[in-house]
């Protein structure tokens, strides 16, 4: 009996993990659930390869107690596989999906406010002018902190900036 192939063959898992961009729980679930199915595909062909009908009449010939083949015979012949109510996995499923659909909401969510931001900030850049172009007062106006740090600085009677000749050399030489 050939197993058909299923449409989890043909997915390239890491693929649908990079193009949606999935990430912790979700991926480890999708990694889960790619495991789970690969065992059961795998039990399902080692149980097709073996052979499924059995031969009463070889073990009549071999045992001597022909009664009890009867029994077993009668027994295999009156078997009926039973059935299970999957409704219960179905549902795991399905609460699966859900959550993770919520999560791929939200991820989505927080991705879009990022990439608002991150435009908002490009824009913000893009129509910048070149910094040789402000002027102090411009500067002030952008960063307060950096005007009220110059007026401590002159009020304690302090005309350098802490850390300038370090960084940048003592040019009173020239």
Known sequence: MAVPRSAALKLDWQAVITNLGLRGQTVASLQAFKKRNEDARRHVQTLSEQPQTVDFSHYRSILKNTAVIDDIENHFKSFKPVTYDVGR???????????AIKNAEETKGRVDLELKDLEKTLKNIEEARPFEDLTVDEVAAA????????????????????????KFGDLSVL
């Open 89 to 99: 996995q179905i549902k795991a499923i399905e609460a699966f999906e859900a959550q």
């Open 143 to 166: 960063r307060p902190d950096i005007d009220e740090k110059t007026a401590q600085l002159v009020s304690k009677g302090r005309w350098a900036v802490p850390g300038y000749k370090e």
